[in-house]
C-alpha cells in the first residue's frame, strides 16, 4: 500500500483567528508554556497520542508527531481578529482562565499579539459590542480587507503556510438560503451586502479564496454552505467544522453509543449548563442560543437512530437549556439526567455532572485541528475533511450523508487516515489473524 506524497513541514505556520477571547488566549498561551517546558500539552492528541501501526503483537506504536509529518509547535505564529482592541495578554487577564504567575511569565510575547480590526454585525451577535471594527462600504469590500489583512500578516510573520480557525462568538440562527448554493451568487451577495451572510462567512471566503484552509470551531452557518465548499474543492482547499466538541457534547457521544451498544432504550435526556464567559453572554441572546441548541440536539438522533430502533428510541425527549451565570466564569457546569429502560422495559437513570472549564477542553481542540488542518494541505487533501469529525459536535459532510457522530468510530476514522496517509495497513480490529 503506497502512501500519499505530503509536502515537509519546513518553515513557519501561521495560526489566524477571528475571535481573540478565552480559547484563543488560552490556546496561545498554551501552546507557549509547552514550548518553554514549564508545562504539558495535556488533551492534545498530535502531541502525547501514539496510533497503533500492524498487528497487537508487532509492538509499533508510534507517536502520532513522529508518525505524520506535523508543524512543529516552535513554528507556530499567531494573528487574529476581534472587536476588543485588548491584546493577547490583556484578553487571558480579562477571560480569566489560567493563573496571573503563568501570564505574567509571558508578558512580553502575549502584548505582542493584537489584535486587527474585526468584521462584525450587530445583527449577528446582539449580546455583545467593541470598537475595534472594520468600516466597509459593502461585504465584498469586507471580504478584501480581511485577505490584505492576510497577506500583511504572512509578510510581516515570515509564514510559509497559513490555517485559519474561527473562534468567535456564536452567531445567530440561519438556515442555507439561495445566496449560499453556488459561489456565484455569494460572490454577488458579497457585492449587494446580502444580510444572510454572517461575518463567519466573509472570513472562510477570504481564506479560502488565497488557498488557506478553514476550520469552524463555533456552531454557525459558515463554511458548510454549497458555494465554500465550492470554493474549497476549485481551489483545493481543506475546509473543517462545525463547533468544537468540549464538554456535555463530548459525554453524549460517548454515553449513547453505550446504551445503542447494549440495546438499553432512551425515555429522555435533559441536559443544561451554567457558564458566565463571554460565550455564555452571547448564548444568552434567544438567537444565538438556537444556533448553539441545533449543534447540540443533533448528536443523539444520528447515534441512535430511531428509525433503525423505534422500540427503543422512537419519540425520546431532548431538551438543552444554556444559562448565563457571569459568578462562574469559564468554570462552566453541565447536568445530565438520562432517562432510560431496560429488560422488559424497566426504567433506570444516569445522572452526570461534569464540572469543566471550557476553555481548557477546547485549547488541545485548537492545536490538533491547525496541525492536522496544516497535513492534510500538504497531503493535497481539498474540500471537508471528515476524518476531523472527532472534534466537533456537528461535523460537516457532502449533501446527502449524515454524520458520524460516536467518539470512537471517530478516533478510528481518524487514525486510519493517518495510516491511509503513510501507505500502512487500516485496522480493522478483526482480528482473525491471531487465530486462523
Known amino acids: 500500500m503506497l502512501g500519499m506524497n505530503i509536502s515537509p513541514a519546513t518553515g513557519k505556520l501561521g495560526v489566524l483567528i477571528p475571535g481573540m477571547g478565552a480559547v484563543t488566549t488560552t490556546f496561545i498561551a498554551g501552546v507557549e508554556a509547552v514550548r518553554r517546558g514549564a508545562a504539558e500539552p495535556i488533551g492534545s492528541l498530535t502531541q502525547m497520542g501514539t496510533v497503533r501501526l500492524g498487528k497487537r503483537t ?160 463555533s456552531p454557525n452557518l459558515s463554511n458548510d454552505i454549497p458555494a465554500l465548499q465550492e470554493l474549497a474543492r476549485r481551489n483545493n482547499v481543506p475546509i473543517a467544522g462545525k463547533d468544537f466538541k468540549t464538554g456535555q457534547t463530548l459525554v453524549k457521544t460517548v454515553i449513547a453509543p453505550m446504551l445503542k451498544s447494549r440495546l438499553l432504550g432512551l425515555s429522555g435526556w435533559f441536559s443544561t449548563n451554567i457558564l458566565g464567559n463571554r460565550d455564555g453572554e452571547v448564548l444568552d441572546e434567544p438567537e444565538s442560543f438556537k444556533t448553539k441548541e441545533e449543534s447540540k440536539l443533533s448528536v443523539l438522533h444520528e447515534i441512535l437512530q430511531p428509525s433503525v430502533y423505534p422500540q427503543l428510541y422512537k419519540d425520546f425527549h431532548h431538551q438543552v437549556r444554556i444559562n448565563y451565570y457571569p459568578p462562574r466564569g469559564d468554570n462552566k457546569e453541565g447536568w445530565d439526567n438520562i432517562d432510560i429502560f431496560g429488560w422488559l422495559g424497566y426504567p433506570m437513570q444516569l445522572k452526570i ?84
Open 58 to 217: 508487532d509492538n509499533r506504536v508510534p507517536a502520532i508527531r513522529d508518525f505524520v509529518p506535523l508543524a512543529g509547535l516552535d513554528d507556530l505564529v499567531f494573528g487574529g481578529w476581534d472587536i476588543y482592541s485588548d491584546n493577547c495578554y490583556e484578553a487571558a487577564v480579562h477571560s480569566g482562565v489560567l493563573e496571573r504567575p503563568l501570564l505574567d511569565s509571558q508578558k512580553e510575547f502575549l502584548s505582542s499579539i493584537k489584535p486587527m480590526p474585526a468584521v462584525f454585525d450587530q445583527d449577528y451577535v446582539k449580546r455583545i459590542n467593541g470598537p475595534n471594527v472594520k468600516k466597509y462600504a459593502n461585504k465584498c469590500v469586507a471580504a478584501e480587507m480581511i485577505g490584505e489583512d492576510i497577506r500583511r500578516f504572512k509578510a510581516d510573520t515570515g509564514a510559509d503556510r497559513l490555517v485559519m480557525i474561527w473562534i468567535g462568538s456564536c452567531e445567530a440562527f440561519r438556515t442555507p438560503s439561495e445566496v449560499h448554493s453556488t459561489l456565484a451568487k455569494f460572490e454577488q451577495g458579497l457585492k449587494n451586502n446580502d444580510p444572510l451572510i454572517a461575518p463567519s462567512m466573509i472570513y472562510a471566503y477570504a481564506a479560502l479564496k488565497q488557498g488557506i484552509s478553514s476550520i469552524n470551531g
Open 353 to 436: 455532572n461534569f464540572l469543566c472549564r471550557d476553555s481548557i477542553l477546547a485549547a488541545p481542540i485548537v492545536l490538533d485541528l491547525v496541525l492536522f488542518m496544516d497535513l492534510a494541505q500538504r497531503a493535497g487533501l481539498g474540500g471537508i475533511q471528515e476524518w476531523l469529525s472527532f472534534y466537533f459536535k456537528s461535523p460537516i459532510t457532502p449533501e446527502g450523508l449524515y454524520p458520524e457522530h460516536d467518539l470512537f468510530i471517530q478516533l478510528m476514522k481518524l487514525k486510519n487516515t493517518l495510516r491511509w496517509m503513510k501507505g500502512e495497513e487500516l485496522i480493522t480490529h478483526l482480528g482473525r489473524e491471531y487465530y486462523d
